[in-house]
């Protein structure tokens, strides 16, 4: 209303379509109705009144042009030099859920045909879709008129606006559909952080929200701390992630997208205390995330070490005075946890190209897991095989996962073979929560006996893998042989 109201007052003519009309009306601005300009009447509920040649006329017709000039006057088309639009809120509509029928009444169609007619004519005309153009815009008009340099620039914002449009409406028609990659994919998001630098310094790089509503880095409130960096969006995301995989209080500390160190327990701070002692090296300037509020015994724990994230559901008042005594250290919080059902796509960019996949929410029920050896695993021990398997799927393969009591003890990751793996995890244990009985998690079968007897050879008593190996008997055999209790999946967590 602010904006229309000062375009009258720069002497702008103002026309519109009627819900629109009626409101500008009622605030005492003249306007003129969209049908009185086209002489056609609105109908079939709105969905045609703007798909006329008036006023595609008036945003087409080139102002250079003799021909288009001689157009416009032999069928009293008025130019259009400026068009505003707020399209049909169809993500918004997706977003809460609504039904088929009602989702697709949410189908702008006149806006978006505007848009592109205004968006191609941008020599003389300005379009804009979004609120925070109206203050360019206007200083502009006071000052003569908009530039061609803004003009060329709302236009690119449009395109990309309509394209974001359509490609949130095909992807919703395809998981109508049941068909997660058709034939052609657009993936959209909106810009909402531009960074410093990428990996490195010599790279540029921003930061793109595909799914707003998505509890976490999307919706996440930074309460302190310097901007956040590249690589700590792509750790916290990890961080987040994998604690939502927990019911139980849980925290997770990532390093170079990699846990170093992952826990659980009945109080948060004690998570944290055992999460730590996983790996203290590697948990220096890392980031941390815990799927509880932040009370103040918690945010003691945090402050006494240096770390660059921490991104939690909520803080505590209490909480807050503690944390700030870090200027440096981000604290976020995402408002909630990620649902146990999200079926959300991931994505991998190649050269030329992307992958695209379904994420790896893949479970299996503890009815499911098969015992093969002769001593099937104790209470205890099938506890701790279940927690280090939901924290192996998230560490960079070939990935080996030592746990103890709800924590892990020891992580092995990104090797070329799978013993190099056991032998990294094996030496984060001895260093730090002292080596002693553990299980051990395996993302992919033991290809050879080799790697299981090493972590046998760590202090391993039980071990968890997905099985298929073509030595899966010679394995379980070394198993037999040294009374180790195992259990096979069928189910593999490669994430390379």
């Known amino acids: 209303m602010a904006f229309a109201q000062a375009l009258h007052a720069r002497g702008v003519e103002l026309v519109s379509t009627g819900g629109t009309a009626k409101t500008l009306a009622g605030a005492g601005l003249p306007v003129r109705e969209v049908a009185a300009l086209t002489g056609f009447p609105e109908m079939m509920d709105g969905r045609v009144k703007t798909l006329h040649p008036m006023i595609h006329g008036g ?163 930074q309460l302190q701390g310097k901007d956040l960096s590249y690589n700590n969006l792509a750790d916290t995301d990890a961080a987040f992630e994998l604690v939502c995989d927990f019911d139980e209080p849980a925290v997770a500390i990532i390093k170079h997208a990699n846990p170093c160190g992952v826990a659980i327990a009945e109080d948060p701070a004690m998570a944290w205390k055992k999460a730590l002692a996983s790996d203290p090296v590697s948990a220096f300037g890392g980031i941390v995330a815990i799927n509880r509020e932040i009370s103040a015994a918690l945010a003691q724990e945090l402050t006494a070490l240096f770390l660059e994230v921490v991104i939690a559901p909520s803080v505590a008042a209490a909480a807050l005075p503690i944390l700030a005594t870090k200027k440096n250290l981000r604290v976020l919080t995402t408002g909630g946890l990620l649902p146990k059902d999200r079926n959300t796509l991931t994505y991998r960019s190649l050269g030329g190209g992307f992958l695209a996949q379904e994420g790896d929410f893949g479970e299996v029920a503890e009815t499911d897991r098969k015992c093969v050896t002769q001593r099937p695993p104790s209470t205890d021990e099938m506890r701790d095989l279940a927690f280090a398997w939901k924290v192996v799927k998230h560490v960079k393969s070939n990935a080996i996962v030592l746990a103890r009591d709800g924590a892990t003890v020891g992580i092995g990751m990104g090797q070329t073979n799978r013993v190099d793996s056991v032998w990294i995890a094996a030496k984060r244990m001895a260093e730090g929560p002292g080596a002693g009985p553990c299980v051990v998690a395996s993302d992919a079968f033991f290809p050879f006996a080799d790697g299981l007897n090493a972590a046998v050879a760590a202090g391993a008593t039980a071990a968890i893998q997905p099985g298929g190996s073509v030595r899966d008997s010679e394995v379980i055999e070394a198993a037999n042989e040294k009374g180790v209790a195992m259990l096979f999946t069928g189910m593999r967590h490669f994430r390379h």
């Open 59 to 221: 945003l087409l017709a080139r102002r250079d042009d003799a021909d288009h000039q001689a157009a416009m006057e032999a069928h009293a088309i008025a130019p259009i030099d400026l068009l505003v639009v707020n399209l049909y809120p169809f993500e918004a509509t997706v977003a809460r859920g609504a039904d088929f029928e009602e989702t697709i009444e949410n189908i702008d169609i006149g806006g978006p045909a505007m848009l592109r007619s205004a968006a191609k004519n941008h020599e003389g005309v300005a379009v804009i879709v979004d609120p925070d153009d109206y203050a360019l815009v206007l200083a502009e008009i006071t000052e003569g008129g908009t530039t061609a340099e803004t003009r060329r620039l709302l236009a690119a914002k449009c395109f990309a606006r309509t394209a974001a449009y359509d490609a949130a409406i095909a992807s919703w028609f395809a998981r109508e559909l049941k068909q997660p990659f058709p034939a052609r994919m657009t993936i959209a998001g909106t810009r909402r952080q531009a960074l410093r630098y990428g990996e490195n310094p010599h790279q540029a790089a921003a930061f793109y929200v595909t799914e707003p509503g998505r509890p976490g880095l999307p919706t996440a409130t």
